[in-house]
């Protein structure tokens, strides 16, 4: 059995590798209207693959044009679509949902090719792309309005749930398949039509899975993909024919888009940047604890918003929780993600890895203790990778820019303070709050944690706090702008309007 699973994996391997390959140094396409179309741009982005230095193919920078084309397609398509009943809405999804199960090994691949994160991790990513699409097959019943009767004598209320029109994503480069989902499945499955934007440094995920959309025949419009930066992104906002942005990204970017998309009065959900706070008491179970953490820090090499960006080692855990962090990240297992067992990938690209190395430098530079450098790593047979291996500062101070910015790397940064109101003062003097967790063996700890601290994701004896696709995917201060998130109940009632409706027959 264990044979046949891995001839089937060497299988599906090189078709995935004959996929991207055969995309070597092409520009990838939009899909607009239920086609694919060559972008008419002559401005490209390479994209690369993080851990071999390869070319795997190029990103064109759409035009206004061609966006306007896509917003066509998705007015024309969403009349007909919300007319569609909801069952049969729903059955589209899951005809996709199989399909992306199906490719599952296939996709996770691409995934870690364009993007560098280990196999493992974007297998993980792609049970949540499949899961936010089940999720989302329960429209009928996410979509369910509700009434009263009676409000007046014989006059009965009710409200509808029903859908506004085009919407749009703007997505990140850390999660390629996943991020697009948290979105256009409750879109879709509520009646509106559907435009992604892809990060342009790794859009090669989101083509694969528009190829299998197409496949299992979705009407044309409804859902579309434009490939670019800034000018597509403005041409969505600025349009009288769109509705709503989800935004994923960072801070920097996020603000200025949701003040664009409020003066065109756009709805917006704009899920930006963090700097994670990991708050560890005297009490922890240190061994759960340390495995919590390793994963934390470094899945995904750091680039995740729900990663950890600070330990707050109270009191007496400190030496014991700094020994076992170095002694657990000097184990852990650096290499290209496709090779099974490696624990940790390259940075994506070139450009985050000397973001990554500035900051290790800026530590030392400010009077952190250097534990583990990650600097210079060898990974033999990928000297073009972008990798920096895990690295560990302690005596770290809070103003210090290892602890107050997003390193978006494998860095653990460890601050040592008294108890937990420090601990608390600590984390509320950052701007992010996008999750924090506390690890305890006191109920009443975990409780006064999760009252008081002000973050959107909380996490008790949990390093990564990543909601299921029923939960909003929450966050707040600087991390999130808007008041409906990604994901469940909040993404219906982000893409449905509450129409009220009163009668009286007489
Ligand atoms: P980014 O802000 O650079 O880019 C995000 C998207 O915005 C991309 O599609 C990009 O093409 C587009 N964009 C960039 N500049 C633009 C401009 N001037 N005008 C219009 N569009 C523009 O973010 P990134 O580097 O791709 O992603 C990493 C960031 O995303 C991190 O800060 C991370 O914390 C954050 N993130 C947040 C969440 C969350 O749920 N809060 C999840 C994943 C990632």
């Not at 993600?337 to 430098?361: D, F, H, R």
């Not at 420090?422 to 924090?436: C, F, K, L, V």
């Not at 909003?472 to 994901?487: I, Y």
Request: glycine share 10%; hydrophobic share 40%; aromatic share 8%.
């Amino acid at each position: 059995m264990l044979r046949k699973n891995q001839i089937e994996r060497e299988r599906r391997t090189d078709s995935a590798k004959r996929e991207v390959n055969a995309l070597a140094g092409q520009v990838v396409k939009n899909y607009i209207n239920g086609r694919w179309v060559e972008s008419k741009s002559k401005e490209t982005q390479d994209i690369i693959n993080p851990a071999t230095g390869e070319l795997l193919a190029k990103t064109p920078m759409s035009t206004a044009e061609e966006t306007k084309a896509a917003i066509e397609a998705a007015k024309q398509a969403f009349d007909r679509w919300r007319r569609t009943p909801v069952f049969t809405r729903v059955r589209y999804l899951n005809r996709i949902r199989d399909a992306f199960e199906n490719h599952f090994e296939e996709l996770s691949e691409i995934l870690t090719k364009e993007q560098g994160k280990a196999i493992d991790e974007a297998r993980g990513e792609y049970r949540r792309t499949i899961e936010n699409i089940e999720c989302a097959m329960s429209a009928p019943s996410l979509q369910m309005g509700y009434n009263t009767e009676d409000i007046a004598a014989g006059i009965d209320e009710m409200v509808i749930k029903q859908p506004l029109g085009v919407f749009f994503c703007v997505a990140p480069f850390n999660f390629p398949g996943m991020v697009p989902t948290w979105f256009w499945p409750f879109a879709v499955a509520t009646g509106n039509t559907y435009i992604v934007k892809p990060s342009p440094q790794v859009p090669m995920s989101q083509v694969r899975q528009f190829e299998l959309i197409h496949e299992i025949g979705l009407p044309k419009g409804v859902l579309n993909m434009v490939n670019g930066g800034p000018e597509v992104v403005n041409t969505l906002i600025e349009s009288p024919d769109t509705i709503g942005m989800s935004f994923v990204g960072s801070t920097r970017v996020g603000k200025l888009l949701y003040k664009k998309t409020a003066e065109h009065g756009k709805r917006a959900q704009v899920q930006a940047g963090a700097k994670n706070f990991l708050t560890i008491m005297p009490d922890a179970d240190l061994e759960r604890t340390v495995a919590a953490l390793l994963t934390s820090f470094y899945g995904c090499a750091g680039q995740r918003c729900l990663a950890g960006g600070v330990v707050l080692a109270v009191g007496d855990i400190h030496e014991p929780l700094r020994d076992a962090l170095v002694e657990g990240s000097k184990a852990l297992k650096v290499g290209y993600g496709l090779e099974e067992g490696v624990q940790m990938g390259p940075l994506a690209s070139k450009q985050g890895m000397e973001n990554v190395l500035k900051y290790i430098e800026s530590g030392v530079k400010e009077g952190a203790e250097l534990l583990l450098d990650g600097r210079g790593i060898k990974v033999p047979g990928y000297e073009k990778g972008c990798f920096v291996g895990p690295t560990v500062f302690d005596k770290v101070t809070p103003e210090m820019k290892i602890a107050s910015e997003e390193i978006f790397g494998p860095v653990i940064s460890i601050i040592h303070v008294k108890n937990l109101d420090e601990a608390i003062d600590i984390i509320h003097a950052n701007p992010y709050g996008n999750a924090s967790s506390v690890f305890t063996s006191s109920g009443a700890t975990a409780r006064e944690y999760q009252y008081r601290v002000k973050a959107g994701n909380i996490g008790v004896n949990i390093g990564v706090v990543a909601p299921i696709a029923t939960f909003p995917f929450s966050g707040m201060k600087d991390s999130f702008f808007g008041d409906l998130h990604g994901q469940g109940k909040d993404a219906v009632d982000f893409f449905t309007e509450n129409k009220v409706v009163v009668t009286r027959w007489f």
